[in-house]
């Protein structure tokens, strides 16, 4: 058994097949990945990384199964998806997800090449568990998938209470040991037990405010944009390969940015927080329907039609065009007066917090300080914005503006 100290969940006990797991370097290659990749550029205390944030998820299943009374080597196979669970995720998170999947064909939770071969499967192999088995738990499929992937996953439970104590945003803050101990499974689904609609609320409120201060705030956005810009050129100059990249960690794509001739001046801007600025900062009402679901190469083509409207290299126009927002959370069961109920059917606070969410919602065109002014009203007529629902670069006088704005 081995006890590790937790920021969060104080002493963890690791123990079976999750001890032997703990020292493959599929896991200890976690160390090397912070969780919330560009957000350390607006909170300079978020440096924790998916290694402690794997270790937390298997604290909370390995509680959650101790509560549903599941044991034996079922209840191993979650423990093991539960510390596995990131194995998947490329340098800084989620920030290139977007752009590995377009040349994979692979997503974070899509772990099956990994677990098959290698120091992992060995592991999971001497302990009799059949490594498909956690690729699918993992990937959230069968009654307990839902534990580690699910609307009531004890991923959301630990990433929500981590990043608002590594941040110093008091938003996540929930009630995580009470929201495991009422966990129930129920006609194969997992729910909350009666009484937990506010507990599930609670969840659901904490999501919905650390979205827009921490997982979207503008300079996270504007740098996680630059990354994966800069992400793609890397591939495009021949310097790796998207399976290269793939499993590469924050240090080595950095090193590698900055080695490229055709990246280097990204990685310097990353790392002197020299960063775009926003040249439209455009509401959901302001854009056309059409351009709300535009694809990869449509947004690509249209940064070029705004560079050579508004006269500037075609590098220096960033468009970001975020998925319309949903609610995940909403779709979780609790039981009331004895039968399980979606949450978004039994409270009326998810109407609320959907409304927010789409208020909150912006599409970002991004420029170098110098150009943004020019880029930004090359932008508006491009892109066929709505001028009264756009919020045009930073607070010039007479443009419509919010807090963020001031930050």
Known sequence: MTTIKDSVHDHIEVTG????????????????IKQLGTVVLVYPSANHTRFEHSLGVYSLADSALSHLGIRGR????????????????GPYSHNIEDLIYRRTGKY??????LVDSGPVARVLSEHGINPDRVADLVAGEGELGQLVSGELDVDRMDYLVRDAHHTGVPYG??????????LRLLDGSLVLDEGNVQSA???????????????????????????????????ASGATTAEELRRM????????????????????RLDDRNLYKRAVWAEMEAVPEDL???????????????????????EEVILEIPDRPEMKESTSRVVVNGEPRRLGQQSTLVSALRAAQRDQWRLGVYAPDDHSERVGNQAIRTLGLDLEGALVRDVRPGINATLEDFE
């Open 17 to 32: 097949v999750a001890a032997d797991l703990l020292e493959t370097p599929p896991v200890q290659r976690l160390r090397r």
């Open 108 to 113: 974070h939770d899509d772990i099956a090449d």
């Open 74 to 89: 079922q209840a191993e196979r979650v423990r093991a998806a539960a510390l596995l669970h990131d194995i998947g995720h």
């Open 173 to 182: 803050t929930i009630d995580h040991e009470r929201l495991v101990h009422e």
């Open 201 to 235: 609320e609670s969840l659901l409120l904490a999501r919905g405010l650390m979205n827009p201060t921490v997982y979207s705030h503008h300079v996270a956005r504007i740098a996680k944009t630059m990354l994966r810009r800069a992400a793609e050129k890397l591939l």
């Open 292 to 314: 709300l679901i535009a694809d990869h190469e449509t947004v690509r083509a249209f940064e070029r039609d705004i560079a050579d409207s508004a006269n500037v290299d075609p």
């Open 249 to 268: 960690d924050d240090h080595a794509l950095h090193a590698t940015l900055r080695d490229c001739e055709a990246t280097a001046g990204y990685a310097r």
